[in-house]
């Protein structure tokens, strides 16, 4: 009975992923849409992730429609539901390793008896439900007979409601829901008269940094809007904390709760806690988050965090301090989501009436609207009879002769003869940044360019010119300069000897230096400033 069990835990699981896969299949975005907020908060891990498998993904043999925020949010809850029960049967896998198998010999039908099922499980919890049984659970349109795709949910998910996940206003992770803050915030300041626009102008510029500036990104921790200690402004931020934590995990469920939480409590512990933060840009002090005071240097902080005030000023408001930093980066993570939010409400606060009204029905009948629309039943019925005689056939001429073109830069397919001529099947690497490779000619020239090649660059003691344009080797790299550098050094010295003694001779040194500078004309053809000059009064440029 006990190799019996584990058969039907391992036919469990690969039905579970089938009917995983085939969600993403139909809807790819379900999949898509997580990964960038799982390589935000797990910067180790984002090389998985890859806007190019994106474009690739997006050129489909049949062509998708697109489907509304309420189903992506609802089959993404169904996936986790799926995801939970096939953590469960994995636990009871390791259970059942860790018994040993009997070794005693059974006759036939003692064997067959220990076999059959005498209910939908046995003692230790171990589905006996027939194969077909387990694929209607959890199939996509359970209630598909005559052709009728009604329901899109199975039957596992059939009490999901995703209306109790979401509030109106939310609209399904487009917007939040920050009235009840609002009232909470009005609280903290006692006082009614700071607007909705204030509290969310106040967020702003607190919490979220400012993209490309040279401002310090801690003005929550130095610059306050109230004092930390204040016992309405810490039940605030808690409660501000818990509701942008549950708002990431309802709207991106795919992603692993306990990673994120690993994530967050150990950058928690490196950045805010164990590491200085500067009050101010300009000043040399560093400011100690959780005792709230500035030191000289680094030397006294070090020594200061080994003390017991600091680890008991840590230790008596380490949840708050917690949520001071959560609140933080969900927020930057959820940027999008906030500045789509302020934006929504200026707009509504600008409605009239008539306007104000027919927006709230709009809300209101998206809200209340199908998960599984109408319109999508047809498509779908296409889809699924155009992917089933796809399958049986065996004549490649049934595939669209578009799917077997390159693709472009761009991730969509291309002609062949257009993809050579554009050079795009020959790759070019450069050593200097990392054996990176480049499709094409063009893609190559232009990336030397770029902010990433001049940084390696400058990694490497160089200053980025246009002399080291088409060069690719470290090697040949740091030759160049040492060459350059050596050149400057003795036109420097000569210049020094002749400064005082001979004016006329350092006019004709100034004039060799002009003459060995190389320019570009509009076509990118590399030539002397002297010959540039002369082409030019000719007119030949």
Not at 229 to 242: I, L, P, Q, S, T
Not at 527 to 541: A, P, R
Request: charged fraction near 30%.
């Amino acid at each position: 009975m006990l190799l019996e069990d584990r058969r039907a835990l391992q036919e469990d699981l690969e039905v579970i992923e089938k009917a995983i896969s085939e969600r993403f299949q139909r809807n790819p975005s379900l999949y898509y849409h997580n990964l960038p907020i799982l390589s935000q908060l797990c910067e180790a891990n984002d090389n998985h992730y890859d806007n190019r498998h994106v474009s690739k993904n997006m050129i489909y043999k049949v062509r998708k429609i697109k489907r509304s925020k309420k189903q992506l949010m609802a089959q993404e809850h169904e996936i986790k539901l799926f995801l939970k029960d096939r953590s469960n049967i994995i636990d009871k896998l390791e259970e059942l390793n860790t018994i040993p198998v009997p070794s005693t010999d059974l006759s036939i039908t003692d064997f067959k008896q220990s076999l059959e099922p005498n209910n939908d499980k046995d003692g230790r919890g171990v589905s006996t439900k027939s194969l077909r049984d387990k694929l209607t659970r959890y199939a996509m349109f359970p209630d598909s007979s005559a052709n009728n795709y009604k329901q899109l949910l199975a039957q596992r998910s059939e009490n999901l409601d995703i209306n109790t996940i979401f509030t109106r206003e939310e609209q399904y992770g487009e917007y939040f829901d920050l009235d009840s803050l609002y009232c909470e915030w009005i609280n903290v300041l006692k006082s009614s008269e700071c607007t909705i626009i204030d509290f969310l102008t106040t967020l702003e510029n607190i919490f979220i940094d400012k993209l490309n500036s040279t401002d310090i990104n801690h003005l929550y921790l130095v610059k306050p809007p109230m004092d930390r200690k204040n016992g309405r402004y810490v039940h605030f931020v808690e409660k501000f904390a818990k509701y942008l934590e549950n708002y990431l995990y309802k709207s991106y469920p795919l992603v692993d709760k306990a990673l994120i939480e690993s994530n967050l409590t150990g950058e928690f512990l490196d950045e805010y806690i164990n590491k200085p933060i500067k009050h101010d840009i300009s000043s040399s002090k560093l400011f100690c988050v959780a005792c709230g005071k500035n030191f000289a240097n680094a030397s006294v902080f070090e020594n200061h965090i080994d003390g017991k005030n600091h680890k008991k000023n840590f230790d008596k408001r380490k949840e708050f301090y917690l949520a001071e930093f959560k609140t933080k980066k969900l927020l930057n993570i959820l940027r999008e989501v906030f500045h789509n939010t302020k934006s929504f409400t200026e707009r509504k606060l600008a409605f009239t009436v008539d306007e104000r009204r027919e927006e709230l029905e709009r809300i209101t009948k998206i809200y209340t609207a199908p998960v599984y629309g109408a319109n999508e039943e047809k498509k779908d019925l296409s889809e699924m009879e155009e992917g089933s005689s796809k399958e049986s056939s065996t004549n490649n001429s049934l595939l669209d002769g578009s799917f077997d073109m390159p693709l472009g830069p761009d991730g969509m397919p291309m002609p062949f003869w257009l993809y050579k001529l554009q050079g795009l099947d020959v790759q070019y690497t450069c050593e200097i940044c990392s054996n990176k490779q480049f499709q094409g000619r063009r893609a190559y020239e232009k990336h030397f360019r770029e902010p990433t090649h001049e940084y390696h660059l400058k990694c490497l003691g160089i200053t980025p010119s246009s002399v080291f344009k088409g060069i690719t080797t470290i090697k040949e790299a740091q030759s160049l300069w040492q060459k350059i550098n050596s050149s400057t050094k003795a036109i420097k010295i000569d210049h020094n000897q002749h400064d005082n003694k001979d004016p006329n001779k350092k006019h004709n040194v100034v004039n060799t230096i002009k003459m060995d500078i190389e320019v570009e004309d509009d076509d990118g053809n590399v030539m002397t400033e002297q010959v540039y000059n002369d082409l030019k009064k000719q007119g030949l440029l």
